[in-house]
């Protein structure tokens, strides 16, 4: 194998190694914020919903008098 072919192989595994460990990085995150979110009683997680979803001109009626709430 040429030099620059075994390079291209090492860059190649280097990047799929680093790759998974964002993947999982990024899944052990995810996880704890599930655990964490699964503990937030159900209607604050309701009301951090509604406040979240895309606003409509009435949607954003809505919104704002839950935050008033």
Known sequence: MSDAAAERTKYSQDLAKYTMRQFK???IAIDKHQF???K????ISERI??????????S???A????AA
């Not at 704002?64 to 935050?67: D, K, Q, V």
């Open 64 to 67: 704002s008098s839950a935050l």
């Open 49 to 58: 919903e509604s406040i979240l979803q895309p606003k409509s001109p009435r």
């Open 25 to 27: 990085e990024a899944r």
């Open 36 to 38: 964490a979110a699964a």
């Open 40 to 43: 937030v009683p159900a209607s």
């Open 60 to 62: 954003e009626s809505r």
